[in-house]
């Protein structure tokens, strides 16, 4: 029976590398698959899933806030789903997931945690809901320890704990992965 999975990691572990790659092998077998992002997700051109390390793909589908169905997409020849910054997906837009992962398997790569270390909506749900989760391990940008927070960085490179929880997006310019001991001193 197909899954639902939530793979996640700290900034710069290689969750759309991974997301890529596992495209390229269902598409180099002659599989079809649904490439989504949430539409918050507006860094670059609006539809591409990029990573800074594999060129990107265009996404099939932006998903919004309130999208809880696939009813307008024929998913009948797609043999899996893959899912680019999971954790901006609405708790909705996951009830929905769960359901098409009936049928299909959907793979939603994204981060745990914010900068506050708060769980995002998006990976809560996907918490709760998951049939397998699993952690792309990286390292503390700071020492040798395996990096568990994404810290917001200043421009003067002070760590920022307190501010908007709205979506910052950003980049290695905004953000660092580190472990709790090099974050938390």
Known sequence: MPDLHFIYGCMNSGKT???LMQAHNYQSTGRKILLIKPSI?????NNMIFSRSITGVKADLIMTPEMDTFDSFNLENINCILVDEAQFLSDINVNALREIANKIPVFCYGLKTDYKTKLF???KRL???ADII???KT???MCSQKS???AKISKDKVIIRDGSSEPDLGF???YQAMCWNCYNH
């Open 134 to 136: 699993e952690e792309i």
């Open 127 to 129: 918490l709760e809901l």
């Open 17 to 19: 590398a991974k997301l």
């Open 148 to 150: 568990n927070i994404n």
């Open 172 to 174: 290695e310019d905004k």
């Open 121 to 123: 909506s998006g990976s």
């Open 41 to 45: 997700d507006n860094r670059s051109n």
């Open 139 to 141: 390292v503390c940008v």
